[in-house]
Nanobody, 121 residues
Framework: QVQLVETGGGLAQAGGSLRLSCAASGSIFRVNTMGWYRQAPGKQRELVAEVTTSGRTNYADSVKGRFTASRDNAKKSVYLQMNSLKPEDTAVYFC???????????????WGQGTQVTVSS
């Protein structure tokens, strides 16, 4: 069974930093893009950052210059370093990975269970 296990998150003060980690486990043939989404209360889930297999990154405008996404392909892991946090960054953060479980499979999107990030002013 494939799982995306997230660690990190928690409570930080405005201006502070947090680091999220996510590892994919289970029988996985190939990993494509990995990334992070977030969902604040009453809002839709939105892309925060994503990293392709070659390391190319894409960020939401709201986090550019403050957040850095990276990955370790050997560990099937993706990370999110969050600096200069703002209260508006408060949300549940979800790890996302596009995976193929077997040779010839189509790509399928998987989600982590989510981790709460709360930034106090």
């Amino acid at each position: 069974q494939v799982q995306l296990v997230e660690t990190g998150g928690g409570l930080a003060q405005a201006g502070g930093s947090l680091r999220l980690s996510c590892a994919a486990s289970g029988s996985i043939f190939r990993v494509n893009t990995m990334g992070w989404y977030r969902q604040a209360p009453g809002k839709q889930r939105e892309l925060v950052a994503e990293v392709t297999t070659s390391g190319r990154t894409n960020y939401a405008d709201s986090v550019k210059g403050r957040f850095t996404a990276s990955r370790d392909n050997a560990k099937k892991s993706v990370y999110l370093q969050m600096n200069s946090l703002k209260p508006e960054d408060t949300a549940v953060y979800f790890c996302n990975a596009i995976l193929a479980l077997n040779f010839g499979d189509t790509w399928t999107t998987y989600w982590g269970q989510g981790t709460q990030v709360t930034v106090s002013s």
